[in-house]
């Protein structure tokens, strides 16, 4: 089996369903959730001029090898009914693959580990949760210190 570290996150509708029901599709269709952060309320990133995110952290183990795993990802949030209108815009699931396995893996479908994660304290600071010892297999570092080295100063606040 493998390990994934995903991210999920929205800010439209009830965004604590909406992370329950993701949980749930993700247990049933990827593999099963074997740890859960927090739910951590989060600023945009990106296009700010939109509602706060609740975000959180996920390890799940799956047969799914990349890139289904990402398709099946991509299916989960179309069925939550997430439209895809601009990049960093609002949305009602996210959902995101940080880290596979000690995978360093670049395809048209998928880029691991997550190119953009150590720019984002939302994507630290609830994997440092569930995972603070976790080694990122490029920088060698570990996700603790990722997230103390950060210089995304935005709030995370535990819910």
């Known amino acids: 089996m493998n390990h994934a570290f995903l991210l999920i996150g929205g800010n439209l509708g009830d965004r604590a369903a909406h992370l329950t029901q993701a949980r749930d599709l993700i247990s049933h269709r990827i593999g099963p959730v ?14 700010t001029d939109q509602p706060d995110f609740y975000n ?36 009602v699931i996210d959902i995101d693959i940080l880290l596979y396995n000690d995978l360093v893996y670049q395809s048209p479908v998928v880029t691991l580990p997550h190119p953009r994660m150590t ?19 490029e920088l ?20």
């Open 140 to 159: 060698n570092r570990t996700i603790h210190q990722l997230l103390l080295q950060t210089t995304d100063a935005s709030p995370v606040k535990k819910i």
């Open 56 to 91: 959180q952290a996920l390890l799940v183990t799956t047969p799914l090898l990349p890139e289904a795993l990402m398709q099946m990802i991509l299916a989960i949030e179309s069925d939550m009914g997430r439209v895809r209108k601009e990049r960093y815009g609002p949305r």
């Open 119 to 137: 720019e984002r304290r939302f994507v630290l600071a609830p994997l440092d949760e569930i995972a603070p010892e976790q080694i990122h297999p």
């Open 34 to 47: 074997r740890k859960i952060s927090a739910i951590y309320e989060t600023a945009a990133w990106g296009l």
